[in-house]
Structure formats: structure tokens, C-alpha cells
């Protein structure tokens, strides 16, 4: 199944790494560690393969590819060994980059991108392409009566208004385009109803959002813990300290309330309550990729006895994501393959901020993964909730 996975930010840490990560992995210069769907529950033949898998994207700067994985390199991130491996591969991906469209209406912008894709698909006739956004973090959307029904939106989008932010107007041209859609950051995404209405209509299955990596995938472990031996969490207050160009983003108070937005989630949903404390973001340049995130977790036992817990995590995050980026395609574009449709829910055990998902327990959500994955393999019936 020849899958083209198109990066909107391809030229980010994310991007460059997951790029780099698919051509090492499908000239077989290393090992899968990392991406999930290489564990014994998940692998089968429904999943296309590492040498199925076409790379191209979009961005809005234009440093060559080469030159991103090379300051990755020297930063720690990724091999340097690979990237003077690969000259040819990450050449050809340099190719199947794209400008991301500018001028006119918006209207115009998300026809530009969907000639992209098409061209995309074309050139290398592929049986789908899964867009997976791997952007800059926006801030929260500003409403628009047009975000509620598609065809208010596709008037109004032909207007001189700025109607959609950037990661919905490439999601609105994914749709257009028929690809399936995968929102790895916390921005707004496919997530308004002129947009799932779109999705259901075109029968394409869309996951999100924001890819859980760090001190969130931690505190989906411990969170449920808390919960199950019936402890009272009190407070639970984290400081994530990060650089790179992530966290230049999330210096702005905007992008980073969409953010912590997405981190807070799972301890509500998870305990049931929200403990006192929140989680706080803060650029520290020097760090570069390579975050550390502080919790402490104060909690009651029997009979009102306080007792604490802490941890520190320091995760290098292109890393971390890059492995959830293929993993994600591979499954998105197998989901699109047998037909579902709508916000796979069963992916949840990538995101922060899961579409469509009951639990927020990581247990839980691979035990879903693992169903899902075992149904796509056999071609078996869907559950009730796919
Ligand atoms: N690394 C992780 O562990 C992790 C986890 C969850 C979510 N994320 C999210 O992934 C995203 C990427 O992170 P990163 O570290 O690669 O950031 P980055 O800043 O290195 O890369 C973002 C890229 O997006 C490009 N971009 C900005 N606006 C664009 C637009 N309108 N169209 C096309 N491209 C655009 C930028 O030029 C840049 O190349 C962020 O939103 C981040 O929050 C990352």
C-alpha cells in the first residue's frame, strides 16, 4: 500500500526527524524502537510498510532539509551518521516540499494546497496520502459563524476575511483533496463542526490531538493509579522547562494557553476532580529539543494521612514524537483503507487532548490500540464505537 504521508511544518524538528527517522528505517540503517506499531500487538499486514511510505510536506520557511537534520544532529537529536547516510533520500524528499501558499483568498490558499496534494499523489501514484500537522502551535481560534456548517464556510472562505487558522485551512484542504487527517499539535485543527461535518460527508477518517510525549503520557500512567487505589490527589502542579523552536512558540501567552489547555485534561477526566496546581511552560533556549518537566503530586491516604510524590522527565521531544508520527500515519492511512470514518477514537493513546475518547488511562487506551489494530489485520467487524 504506497502511502504518502504529507508534513505540514516539514521543516521542523518533528518533521525533519520523523523524515529522517522513515528513510533510515527503510534503507534498514537502524532499528524501530520507539514506534509502536513494531510491538508484536500492533505489526500486521494491514499497516503499510516502512518502504511504502513516501515523504513530502509543506512549509513557511525554506532551509534545505538537509541543513534542519544536520543542526538536529549536531544538537543530539538524531544520528549524525544517518543524515551523511542519506544524501540521495533526503534529496528526494527536499523535492516533494512545497512552498505553503500564500496571497488571495483563503479560498485560493486551500485550492493551492489540494493541487499539492493531488500533484503529490499523482506524481508518485500512491494509493492515499494521510496529512499529519506537525506546525507551529496557533492559539486558540477566534469564532466565526461560518465555522458551524460547510457550506457557510466554503462562501465565506472566498471572502477577503481570515476565516479559518492555518492548521484548519490545510485540514479543510485535506478533506478536499479526500486524505485523511492527523493533528499532532494543539492547535484547532479539524476540530470545528463545518469540518467534521465535511469529514463525515467525504467518508475520511481525521486523530488528534497533540501528540502525548512526555510529562502528559506520565501522567496517564499515574493519574488512573491514584484513582484506582482510591488516593486523593490534592495538588498537582508541573513546570515544563523546553527550547527549540517548539518552545519559541509556546513562549507566546497564546500558543501556550492552547497548550497547557491540552496537558490539563487528563487529570480531570482521569480522577474525576481537578486537583489544585496547573502546568506551566516555560522557553529556556538553551535546552534546545531536549525538555525536562517537574511534577509534584501531593496526595491523601487513609484516614487524611498527606504523602507526596515527584518526578522529573527530561525527554529529547523530536525523539519522542517522530516514532508517534509514523506510527500515526501507517495507522491513519490503514483505518482509510478499510473504511472508517470520522475521529478514530482508538488512537487515543497518541494524543493529549484524544478526539472522540472516553479515558484518558494509557492502560486503557492501549488495550483499545491493540483491538483496533488486531480488527484492521483480520478485516474483522468494527466495534460499536469505531
Ligand atoms: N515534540 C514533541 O514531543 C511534541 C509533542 C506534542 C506536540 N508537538 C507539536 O508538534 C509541533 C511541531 O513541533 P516542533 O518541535 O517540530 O516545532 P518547530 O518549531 O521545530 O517546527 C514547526 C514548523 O512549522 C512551520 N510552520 C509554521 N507555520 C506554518 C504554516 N502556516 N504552514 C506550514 N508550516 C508552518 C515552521 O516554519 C517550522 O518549520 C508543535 O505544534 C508542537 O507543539 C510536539
Redesign the pocket.
Known sequence: MRTGVWL??????????SIVGALALRAGLTDPTGCVTELPDLRGPALPAFTDLVLG?????T?PLTK?AEALAAAGVLPGRLVAALPDELAAVERDLRP?PTGGTQADRAAATVRDLTAFRDRHALDRVVVV??????PPARAHPAHLDPDALRAALAGPDEVLP??SL?AYAALLAGCPYVD????TGLRLPALTALAAGRGLPYAGH?????ETLVKSVLAPMFAMRHLRVRSWSGVNLLG???????ADPA?NAA?VHSKQRVLDETLGYQPQGGTRIEYVEELG?F?TAWDLVTFAGFLGTGMRMEFTWH?C??A???P?VLDLARLTAAAHAAGHTGPLADLAFFF?DPLGAPTHSLADQWTRLCGFARRLHTGGTRAPHD
Open positions: 505540514v511544518g516539514a521543516r521542523g524538528s518533528v518533521a525533519t526527524t510536506g509543506h512549509d513557511v520557511v532551509t534542519r505553503a500537522n506537525v506546525s507551529a502551535t496557533e492555518p492548521s490545510y499532532f499539535t494543539p492547535s497533540d501528540g502525548k510525549t512526555g527549540g523552536g517548539d518552545g519559541a512558540t509556546l500558543a497548550k529539543d525538555k525527554g521531544d523530536s519522542l514524537a517522530a508517534l493529549k
